[in-house]
């Protein structure tokens, strides 16, 4: 079974910092693009980075210069480093990966969501 866990989550106060992981496990035989999302209550679904098997990277407009998306090809996991947390970043975070398993087959896998919440 293919799926991606994460980690790192919790409660912090603002201008702190945290460390989201995603790992994807499985059949898989390449990651492609892996990114974050981040749900508040109320709001819709919304992009906060991406990164590119070639690591090229993309923000959302809120946490340029904040948070730093990376990852680790060999363990097919990716990281969000946020720093300079605010209130406003308080949300489940989503990790996303497109992944080519052993078939040959593309999946768009989701993680089950990790609680950031940042008091001020």
């Known amino acids: 079974q293919v799926q991606l866990v994460e980690s790192g989550g919790g409660l912090v106060q603002a201008g702190e910092s945290l460390t989201l992981s995603c790992a994807a496990s499985?059949?898989?035989?390449?990651?492609?693009?892996m990114g974050w999302y981040r749900q508040a209550p109320g709001k819709q679904r919304e992009l906060v980075a991406t990164?590119?098997?070639?690591?090229?990277?993309d923000y959302a407009d809120s946490v340029k210069g904040r948070f730093t998306i990376s990852r680790d090809n060999a363990k097919n996991t990716v990281y969000l480093r946020m720093n300079s947390l605010k209130p406003e970043d308080t949300a489940v975070y989503y990790c996303?990966?497109?992944?080519?398993?052993?078939?040959?087959?593309?999946?768009?896998?989701w993680g089950q969501g990790t609680q950031v919440t940042v008091s001020s």
């Open positions: 990164i590119s098997n070639g690591d090229r990277t």
């Open positions: 499985g059949s898989i035989f390449r990651s492609n693009a």
């Open positions: 996303n990966a497109n992944v080519l398993d052993y078939s040959m087959r593309n999946r768009d896998l």
